[in-house]
């Protein structure tokens, strides 16, 4: 069992930035894919950000230039920089792990992007 917990959520100006992070469990976190979802209201839940255990990584189109994931395997932590926050990036965001056939998820963290 892996349990994600995030941190860094809040309210924001348009323009602003946020750092989420997300602790994970677990001896063999440097093999796991990691990623960043989130689900606004009425709306989808998305893949915003993935990073996989050699590092790679993709967005999706709309962060693509002012998000940007990164991971450190020695603390089991996966982050989330945000700037240039807009108000459509207003929405709960979610880590997210797999590994092989399983997949987990952390309980969210609201992100709103208001003046």
């Known amino acids: 069992q892996v349990h994600l917990v995030e941190s860094g959520g809040g309210l924001v100006q348009p323009g602003g930035s946020l750092r989420l992070s997300c602790a994970a469990s677990?001896?063999?976190?440097?093999?796991?894919?990691m990623a960043w979802y989130r689900q606004a209201p009425g709306k989808q839940r998305e893949l915003v950000a993935r990073i996989t255990s050699l590092g790679s990584t993709n967005y999706v189109d709309s962060v693509k230039g002012r998000f940007t994931i990164s991971r450190d395997n020695a603390k089991n932590t996966v982050d989330l920089q945000m700037n240039s926050l807009k108000s459509e990036d207003t929405a709960v965001y979610y880590c997210y792990a797999n590994f092989l056939t399983r997949d987990y998820w952390g309980q969210g963290t609201q992100v709103t992007v208001s003046s």
């Open positions: 677990g001896s063999i976190f440097r093999r796991y894919t």
